[in-house]
């Protein structure tokens, strides 16, 4: 993963435990960064994605119809990429859920998850 790919507020996870996710609430230049449910920093290098799944969307609250605001979130599971349309006219293929997080902020300025929530 490469550090321009992620954002304060992001849901991600740990290579050595995948099972195990946690928002991000410090990055530095040196590739360091820190979620907020781990006492010490781990390296971009063992950060991975979260793949979007119903079962993840579950666990978080969601179904596949989001609604923020004003704004509807729409996605489609065909294959290992989910196919995310925001407000019937932005389309976007996705694998990983910071890519949504980061899609939905983009384009309505709302996070898609409170991080404060999340961590623990």
Partial sequence: MK?????????????????KFGVVIAMDVTGSI???NKENADNIRDIIGLEVSETLL???????????????ITLN???KRVSVTIDE????????FHELQN?????????LLDPMELIF
Avoid: C, W
Wanted: proline share 4%.
């Fill in 77 to 79: 599971f065909a294959d």
């Fill in 103 to 111: 899609a939905v902020y983009v384009n309505t300025g709302q996070e």
């Fill in 3 to 19: 550090p321009q790919e992620l954002r304060l507020g992001n849901l991600i996870s740990l290579s050595y435990d995948p099972e």
């Fill in 89 to 96: 006219s932005i389309t976007y293929r996705l694998r990983f």
């Fill in 58 to 72: 579950e666990k978080l609250g969601y179904e596949t119809t989001i609604y923020t605001g004003e704004h509807e």
């Fill in 34 to 36: 820190h979620l907020g």
